[in-house]
């Protein structure tokens, strides 16, 4: 079931299926960067993954891409597999058959020390945020760096330009702890794309957040898609983090002010599609309005939650 | 899972974590601030504990067994028996299982909350092996500062058992440490500094497993802290047995 609805490897900017075409400042702006060969490889690719933990199975032949500068969300159920994927992509957990590509290299029975080097291209941002505890805000959003050695000049300069982009320098000095929820998930946004990572993974970012918050969590992943040119998993079971990601984009104002507008009616201009998970499989696999088309029993409920 | 291959299973994991954590002792980066850090809590931290400990075993051994000795003319010998039972078994074991107590269960749990809140993952997805960032400096550090707390509670607790002889059984001042130099050779403290290096590594392997194979949420990390210290207490009493015979044999000691 799960390997005919996998997609075949598209172009990054597609049109909405209802017809319609793009504007010329936008096909200007984005064609620039699809216009290069080594897109054509998948950021991330999944062929016929199994996982199973004693005698449950937790994945079940999962097949999917991931294209560059594309934003994949991974919708589904709490227990469906989610976060387990997200965990397999960084070589946290290895799979029982099956074989996971980074970047079109096999990563399936790399040894912990391989997959240090394919890390350093991955930016993972945890549910709860994961900072260190014992560390400030400062060094946790350093960590990557000092493990480096990098001078700490360069990495005081590019920590405060993190917490710019995440809106946060004013807690540079803070403990973790007097954090709220909010801000722990944006340091640890920030703590991820320390290193300008290729790819980027959200792990539930939102949820236990207040509506504002959230948007603000959606806002960063749209910039990253937009702006930075990341290819990320947005994993989710929010309806509201799906409706931000595909109907609006980022763009730079005259000013120099990052804004973000929604895209039109006949337009579809934002580079995010969806794979709906459960059991272990993808159920479906596509782009926003195909999801709110289908007549799947299921994912209706889950849209609409009756 | 049957409980001989799970115990056999935890053997394997502790050692091999203990193996991994070591096995890249001199490679960059070395964490020496880490370890500094770690030999800071584990040895400086302890210090009264340890002292207390020593001080009152001292002070009780020689309460306990000056009557006895006094019964049969042999209380000049007093000093030499308390020293030995301290420099050879008191001191190495109570001060591994004062440290257990203290550091072992701190580390468990303190690793084990970094596995709940996912810090573990996230130290590894930033491209950090926590075997060598976490484990290797906790190791490090208790195989060298147990030794140096069990001198120093042998030595406080010589001067706890001499305080009690002098004050309590009006002993002469210098009869007892005369006959602490007579009696104590060199193979005694040698012996006595050969277990704690090995109670060191034991306890810290322990208890860095426990503490990151932790699961379950909350309750996960008050089970493995309570495993680890159990574990590693009965470890230490154990190994303190075979390593004593063991030291028997190659120090040619009389037995």
Redesign the interface.
Same mark, same amino acid.
């Given at each position: 079931m799960a390997s005919a609805e996998v997609e075949t490897p598209q172009p990054a900017l597609h049109t909405n299926p209802n017809g319609g075409g793009i504007s010329e400042e936008a096909a200007e702006s984005t064609f620039q960067e699809v216009d290069d060969s080594d897109r054509i490889v998948p950021a991330i690719e999944f062929r016929d993954v199994h996982l199973g933990f004693d005698d449950r199975k937790v994945l079940n032949g999962l097949s999917f891409k991931v294209m560059k500068g594309e934003t994949k969300i991974i919708l589904g159920g709490s227990g469906c597999g989610k976060s387990t994927t997200i965990?397999l992509v960084?070589g946290?957990l290895k799979p029982d058959s099956g074989q996971i590509l980074v970047d079109g290299e096999d990563i399936t029975n790399h040894t912990?020390v391989e997959m240090?080097k394919v890390?350093?291209n991955?930016g993972?941002i945890?549910?709860?945020g994961?900072?260190?505890?014992s560390l400030s805000v400062y060094d946790n959003v350093a960590?990557?760096l000092h493990?480096q $050695?990098v001078p700490e000049a360069e990495v005081e300069e590019e920590v405060r330009r993190m917490l710019r982009f995440v809106n946060l320098e004013d807690a540079i000095d803070k403990m973790p702890i007097e954090l709220s929820g909010g801000m722990r998930r944006r340091v $640890?946004i920030a703590?991820?794309l320390v290193g300008g990572p290729g790819v980027v993974m959200f792990d539930e970012p939102t949820a236990g957040l207040d509506p504002p918050t959230a948007r603000t969590i959606c806002e960063l992943a749209i910039k990253l898609r937009d702006l930075e040119d990341a290819s990320s998993i947005f994993v989710t079971h929010e309806m509201n983090n799906l409706d931000y990601l595909t109907s609006e984009y980022a763009v730079v104002d005259d000013t120099g002010e990052i804004i973000y507008e929604k895209e039109g009616e006949r337009l579809c201009l934002t580079n995010t599609k969806i794979l709906m998970m459960r059991d272990g499989q993808v159920i479906f696999s596509g782009t926003d309005e195909e999801l709110r088309k289908s007549s799947d029993t299921y994912i209706n409920k889950f849209i609409r939650g009756y | 899972m049957n409980i001989a291959t799970r115990l056999l299973i935890e053997i394997q994991e502790t050692t091999l974590l203990a193996a991994r954590a070591l096995r890249g002792i001199f490679k960059r980066p070395t964490y020496i601030n880490e370890t500094i850090a770690q030999m800071d809590v584990i040895g400086v931290g302890s210090l009264t504990i340890i002292m207390l400990t020593g001080f009152f075993t001292g002070g009780v051994l020689t309460l306990q067994t000056y009557p006895t000795l006094k019964y049969y003319g042999a209380q000049d010998q007093t000093g030499y028996l308390v020293a030995l039972s301290l420099v050879r078994e008191l001191g190495p074991v109570l001060s591994a299982l004062m440290v257990t107590g203290r550091v072992g269960s701190a580390i468990s749990a303190e690793l084990g909350s970094m596995v709940v809140s996912q810090q573990i993952d996230a130290m590894r997805s930033l491209g950090t092996d926590p075997d060598r960032k976490l484990v290797m400096p906790r190791v490090i550090a208790l195989v060298l500062m147990l030794p140096l707390l069990t001198v120093v509670a042998d030595v406080v607790g010589i001067c706890g058992g001499w305080t009690v002889a002098t004050t309590l059984y009006g002993m002469a001042p210098g009869m007892f440490f005369s006959s602490v130099r007579q009696g104590i050779t060199a193979n005694d403290i040698f012996g006595g500094i050969i277990k704690p290096l090995v109670f060191g590594l034991l306890i810290a392997a322990v208890a860095c497993r426990q503490g990151l194979k932790t699961e379950g949420g909350t309750v996960g990390v008050g089970r493995s802290t309570t495993t680890a210290v159990v574990t590693a207490s009965i470890v230490v009493i154990i190994t303190d047995f075979f390593l004593a015979k063991a030291l028997q044999v190659l120090l040619d000691m009389p037995t």
């Open positions: 965990k960084l946290l912990e240090m890390r350093k991955i993972m945890f549910q709860e994961a900072l260190f505890d960590y990557r493990e $050695g $640890g703590r991820a | -």
